[in-house]
Nanobody, 124 residues
Framework: QVQLVESGGGLVQAGGSLRLSCAAS????????MGWFRQAPGKEREFVAA????????YYADSVKGRFTISMDNAKNTVYLQMNSLKPEDTAVYYC?????????????????WGQGTQVTVSS
């Protein structure tokens, strides 16, 4: 079992930055690929970013590429999502998730564990 707890969400103006954190407990953190997803009001949850267990390979949705950065600190069992140049359309609940299969990192169905989510609101 892996427990995931997100933090760092909040209200920010367009063009601003936020850093989300996801602290993991349970099984060895580095055994999992980690991903971030988001769900805006009235929309389906969508892939944002992911990285492999070591954090050496990263993947991004086109909508956030160049603005968001995912990183892992295995010593702290924490995965981060640095979000820069935020836009109102980035407003959503952001979820982190853990993937034991180490493939299909953009697919929600491949993730085993999910956090409770943290709200990000970007004002125009």
């Amino acid at each position: 079992q892996v427990q995931l707890v997100e933090s760092g969400g909040g209200l920010v103006q367009a063009g601003g930055s936020l850093r989300l954190s996801c602290a993991a407990s349970g099984r060895t953190f580095s055994s999992y690929a980690m991903g971030w997803f988001r769900q805006a009001p009235g929309k389906e949850r969508e892939f944002v970013a992911a990285c492999n267990g070591s954090g050496s390979n990263t993947y991004y949705a086109d909508s956030v590429k160049g603005r968001f950065t995912i990183s892992m600190d295995n010593a702290k069992n924490t995965v981060y999502l640095q979000m820069n140049s935020l836009k109102p359309e980035d407003t959503a609940v952001y979820y982190c998730a853990a993937n034991s299969r180490l493939f299909g990192l953009a697919m929600q169905s491949q993730y085993d564990y999910w956090g409770q989510g943290t709200q990000v609101t970007v004002s125009s």
